[in-house]
């Protein structure tokens, strides 16, 4: 196995995390928070969505999905569109309301697809590239990637629980 497949094969279960956590939810499911500080689904799949196509952007030099796409104005949400959510309040949290989960998944699946297609083209050799300097020590891509699956995989997994409780609440 080759760190393009191992890079490919954990962005592809961070995507089966958030079909599984979104699939079949509607507007108000979505929306739900176990409580008034705590993030929905929405805001959730939303969020680790935004930064995986702001950071496999970043590394790739490429446009975002987000904008390069049009899926800032299918979503509506009232921020700027180079929002991530990465520091949001409640109330932030509160704005993240989706019309469908086919929404979410539509745009994680479109980020899917380009990141894929990036890591997939990754060599051994490429990791080491420094891709932030703003941190010490400055950020490798190799930790980029790492992070954000990392994050993805957090956040799929609370996505995950917050429709359990959502569930079982009836």
Known sequence: ????????????????????AVDGLGSEELAFRVDPGANSIAWLTWHLTR????????A??????????????????????SDTGY???????AAVRVESAELLTGYHDAVYQRTVAYVGSLTDDDLP????RSWDPPVTLGVRLVSVIADGLQHAGQAAF???VLLRSG
Do not use: C, K, Y
Not at 8 to 18: E, K, L, N, P, S
């Open 162 to 164: 917050v429709r359990g």
């Open 60 to 81: 790739a030099g490429t446009p975002q999905l987000w904008t390069f796409e049009g899926w800032a104005e299918r979503f509506g949400l009232p921020f700027d569109v």
């Open 1 to 20: 196995m080759t760190s393009a497949n191992l890079l490919t094969d954990a962005f592809g279960r961070v995507r089966d995390a958030v079909h599984r």
């Open 51 to 58: 930064i995986q196509d702001d950071h496999l952007a970043d």
């Open 87 to 93: 520091g949001h309040t409640s109330a932030e949290v």
């Open 129 to 132: 590239r420094i891709v932030d």
